[in-house]
């Protein structure tokens, strides 16, 4: 990824990683081409809001199972249910800094099934909005903005931080208690 906010990596790239990974697992899950799919809109969001950059310049489109990159569809929509290393492009060109960010997004949503990750994308914003006047089943290739999916996973960021500033501010308050409790009592 560059600074300028503009990535050359391509999202088949990012999948081709993606299928590594879910490849090495003891017990892998199938990673089927709808749980792909939802791995790379997250792989997005989480770049777009942590870095303010993408992870892949394609486009995320909002079809009626959630977010899917219409390039990524396209070169594995032939594997049917499930997508092995074999079927993935040779050796993904990702920095080390990529691949990490991949990895992390990995073990954050591995444990989850193509229907939880679909179900998931389908209660968030970005995909709402852009399928905003659709039928549940009626198809759609509307892209969802870049913009969107950055403005929902930000406001996640700052909630996990505003929990996270909330829970130390806690900590230190019993500390502080318990400290004056223990001072209290050397001075008796």
Same mark, same amino acid.
């Given at each position: ?10 999202a088949v790239d990012i999948a081709a990683h993606l299928i590594r990974l879910a490849a090495i697992e003891e017990e892998p899950d199938l990673l089927s081409p ?30 009626r199972h959630g977010p899917v990159v219409p390039e990524v569809y396209s070169r594995f929509k032939e594997f049917g249910k499930s997508v092995s290393p074999i ?13 990490? #960010? &991949?990895?992390?997004?990995? *073990?954050?949503?591995? @444990?989850? !099934? ?9 209660? +968030? ?38 929990? #996270? &500033?909330?829970?130390?501010? *806690?900590?230190?308050? @019993?500390? !502080? ?9 050397? +001075?008796?």
């Amino acid at each position: 990824m560059v600074a300028s906010g503009k990535t050359h990596t391509s999202a088949v790239d990012i999948a081709a990683h993606l299928i590594r990974l879910a490849a090495i697992e003891e017990e892998p899950d199938l990673l089927s081409p709808m749980r792909l799919q939802k791995l790379l809109y997250y792989v997005q969001g989480w770049a777009l809001a942590e870095l303010d950059q993408p992870a892949f310049a394609d486009s995320i489109e909002a079809w009626r199972h959630g977010p899917v990159v219409p390039e990524v569809y396209s070169r594995f929509k032939e594997f049917g249910k499930s997508v092995s290393p074999i079927d993935a492009v040779e050796d993904p060109n990702l920095s080390e800094f990529e691949r990490e #960010l &991949v990895d992390q997004v990995w *073990d954050a949503y591995k @444990r989850c !099934s193509a229907t939880a990750l679909s179900e998931m994308t389908h209660r +968030e914003l970005p995909w709402i909005e852009a399928r905003e006047g659709l039928m549940d089943n009626d198809h759609s290739k509307r892209e969802i903005r870049t913009e969107s999916i950055r403005s929902f996973f930000a406001q996640k960021i700052d909630r996990i931080n505003e929990t #996270l &500033v909330g829970r130390i501010d *806690d900590v230190i308050g @019993r500390a !502080s208690e318990n400290c004056r409790e223990f001072c209290g009592m050397l +001075e008796l």
